[in-house]
């Protein structure tokens, strides 16, 4: 079945130094969303990309879906401490079924 | 207005014994899903809803997991005969409608301990 892998699990940044997150689909995606989970809360809805190649920004977050429709990024620059929290990738199939298959996540900490 | 909410909270139980999760959806929204995250892990999809139909029951772990939804609103999740294994945050999210074009809005989620 579908799955989408998630890299890396775990980051420790300096605060001000970028993170990336990776996330690969094992099939091609109708899109993709990004979701922020801070500890001990609930996800919640960053951002989503649908076209082939689209890179989309949200101040210091920047979001790219790969040509292939296959694997995106969420890049941050200059981190800061609100930043922290788990980043999940979440991708859909192409018959729109409504499942979203979500990656693992990748756990942000940035050190003042 | 009102975001998703999730009763109980936290649910301590013994092992064997059933628990029932219950959503409360955003008012509008006719889909709705339920996701399982244990300790440190990713979002296992379970099960979602469109309307009160369950298009997609793939993803629950075995016989002893069930959900319905009833109204076109509130859904409750059933866990018979709870295992330790089943110990786990469940969340719930519901959409405009289903697709996955569409947000998903999460609810706090009901941590289950099962002793």
């Known amino acids: 079945g579908q799955q989408v892998m998630q890299i890396p699990q775990y980051q420790h940044v300096q605060e001000g130094e970028d993170f990336t997150t990776y996330c690969n689909s094992s099939?091609?995606?109708?899109?993709i969303q990004w979701y922020k989970q801070r500890p001990g809360g609930h996800p919640v809805f960053l951002i989503q990309?649908?076209?082939?190649?689209e890179v989309k920004k949200q101040k210091r977050l920047t979001f790219q879906f790969g040509e292939a429709k296959k694997n995106s990024s969420l890049h941050i620059t200059a981190t800061q401490t609100t930043d922290v929290g788990t980043y999940f990738c979440?991708?859909?199939?192409?018959?729109?079924?409504?499942?979203?298959?979500f990656g693992q996540g990748t756990t942000l900490q940035v050190k003042p | 207005g009102a975001g998703v909410s999730q009763s109980p909270s936290n649910k301590v139980t013994e092992k064997g014994k059933d628990v029932e999760l219950r959503c409360d959806p955003i008012?509008?929204?006719?889909?709705l899903y339920w996701y399982r995250q244990s300790l440190g892990q990713g979002l296992e999809f379970l099960i979602y809803?469109?309307?009160?139909?369950?298009?997609?029951k793939s993803g629950l772990p075995s016989d002893r997991f069930s959900a319905e939804r009833t109204g076109g609103s509130v859904s409750t999740l059933t866990i018979q005969r709870t295992q330790q294994e089943d110990s786990a945050v469940y969340l719930c999210?519901?959409?405009?409608?289903?697709?996955?074009?569409?947000?998903?809005?999460f609810g706090p989620g009901t941590r289950l301990t099962v002793l």
């Open positions: 099939t091609t995606l109708s899109n």
């Open positions: 990309l649908v076209k082939s190649g």
């Open positions: 809803f469109q309307g009160n139909s369950a298009p997609d």
């Open positions: 008012s509008g929204h006719t889909a």
């Open positions: 979440a991708g859909g199939g192409s018959s729109n079924t409504g499942k979203l298959i």
């Open positions: 999210a519901s959409s405009l409608i289903a697709g996955v074009i569409h947000e998903q809005f």
